[in-house]
């Protein structure tokens, strides 16, 4: 297989640029820490999107500047932010209520593994310390889509899209999207659905580079992002 | 009409080694931090800690940590702390990790006389290990149990003599939650009122739920400054 180079910065930018296109305006939406973060940095001015942070803040701005930064006013990755107008305040209590009574549209996560029955593998890394899984166990049973964002391969090369996932799960059953740097994919009842490929990678590269069977829909869109 | 208290060693006098205690706060954001101060000072030990984070190296519970005064810890998160993963592979600290909502609700359910609690959270994970599972509408969920406390710390932005309170932005957190789930709750406040300040149609957690309030400075440490870039 031709050995392709990518900036990293600009790979991750370009799946964050590629899940905002999930983002409906009028949704009510939370972004996990870390890369999904981000993609809030990317959504379209036209948006109406309200942003949700499971440690109590529903209308979550944009960075505060030096002169407004309130230490009593974070997300959940715990980074300094503002409130849009409009925003509410509430405890972890109702904050996961919220979640787990699938009131948000949509949810944005990192992840580990995904298997083509939908089981998401992002907290864990046996033998490694465990952090913890903060809210990711409530998440993945609330919002009403689950899009997980990821490289195609991990750090060693291997498939992150699997079979089976081998790590740890996070939840069972609980993704409908997959949004790498190679493509769009979705979980159904019949398994992994190839919907997008990114550019630069052809259709047998990315089933190639996945750890299950990948069928094509017949929808698919080629170098769509 | 509530026990106002003049210093923070009074305020914690009657915890004892082997306290079940809750500690409000997300991150570094809503802890009470003079009444954790304090609790480093008295030296209790063999406390199990009920909060959702654990403090950094040398703020918050890190410094109960740092003082080995703690067995046991339950919480969502805990990757902020190096004293915290020193302790565990060594094991002189066991930690129950929870899903967030899972710990969130727990406590509620603990000051809201409900024992249990079915979820969907945890199932299929490690964590189901011995949970019992039900199926409702043909989806499962694990049983969960309420979590109570000898002693809630709790931080809020301002309090009067009835013990009512009000919380600042997401400083609020998991502080409403352990302040019913407290045998006691002491909790801690940028500002002590006079009863009748604050607008009841505003208060966030009644004073029912309070025993003892103590006003605190608030050094309000920041984990992770994030401001606009300036171009």
Not at chain 2, 59 to 83: P, T
Not at chain 2, 203 to 228: A, N
Request: a negative charge; aromatic letters at 6%; proline letters at 3%.
């Amino acid at each position: 297989m031709m050995l392709k180079q990518f900036d990293k910065v600009s790979t991750r930018e370009k799946i964050a640029i590629r899940a905002e296109r999930e983002i409906v305006s009028g949704s009510y939406v939370n972004l996990g820490i870390g890369m999904p973060t981000k993609v809030a940095n990317y959504i379209q001015a036209d948006k109406k999107v309200i942003l949700q942070s499971e440690n109590g803040l529903l209308g979550i701005g944009r960075f505060p500047d030096k002169h407004e930064v309130d230490p009593d006013l974070i997300n959940a990755g715990k980074e300094t932010v503002t409130a849009v107008t409009g925003a509410a305040y509430f405890s972890s209590a109702e904050s996961f209520a919220m979640i787990r009574g699938e009131h948000l549209d949509l949810a944005i996560l990192g992840g580990m593994e995904v298997s083509e029955s939908g089981d998401l593998a992002n907290w864990m890394i046996p033998g490694k310390m465990i952090k913890g899984m903060g809210g990711a166990m409530d998440i993945v049973h609330g919002a009403k889509k689950i899009v997980i964002i990821m490289d195609h391969l991990t750090r060693h090369g291997e498939p992150k899209i699997l079979k089976e996932c081998q790590l740890p799960l996070t939840g069972k059953n609980v993704v409908d999207r997959i949004i790498t740097d190679r493509a769009v994919i979705d979980v159904t009842k019949d398994g992994f659905v190839l919907q997008e490929t990114a550019q630069g990678w052809t259709i047998d590269e990315v089933k190639e580079s996945t750890g299950a069977k990948l069928h094509v829909s017949k929808q698919l869109i080629e170098e769509a992002f | 009409m509530k026990e106002i208290y003049q210093t923070f060693t009074e305020a914690i006098e009657k915890m004892e080694d082997g306290a079940t205690i809750m500690v409000g706060g997300f991150g570094l954001v809503g802890i009470p931090e003079n009444l954790i101060l304090a609790l480093v000072e008295s030296n209790v030990k063999h406390l199990t800690v009920v909060s959702n984070n654990c403090g950094v190296d040398d703020w918050g519970l890190g410094l109960l940590l740092k003082n080995h005064q703690i067995d046991r810890m339950i919480g969502s998160y805990v990757g902020e702390n190096k004293a915290f993963e020193r302790q565990v592979l060594s094991g002189e600290l066991k930690v129950e990790l929870v899903p967030q909502g899972t710990l969130s609700e727990r406590i509620r359910a603990g000051g809201a006389g409900i024992p249990g609690f079915y979820t969907p959270a945890g199932v299929g994970t490690p964590l189901a290990e011995g949970k019992e599972i039900r199926s409702f509408e043909g989806k499962d969920y694990l049983l969960e149990t309420a979590l109570k406390s000898d002693f809630s710390l709790i931080r809020a932005a301002i309090g009067d003599k009835h013990g009512n309170l009000q919380y600042a932005k997401t400083a609020q957190n998991f502080n409403p939650m352990m302040a019913a789930a407290g045998k006691v709750t002491i909790a801690e406040v940028e500002q002590v009122v006079e009863t009748g300040r604050i607008d009841p149609a505003y208060i966030h957690t009644p004073g029912i739920y309070v025993d003892g309030i103590i006003e605190g400075k608030q050094e309000k440490r920041i984990e992770r400054l994030t401001v606009q870039q300036e171009d």
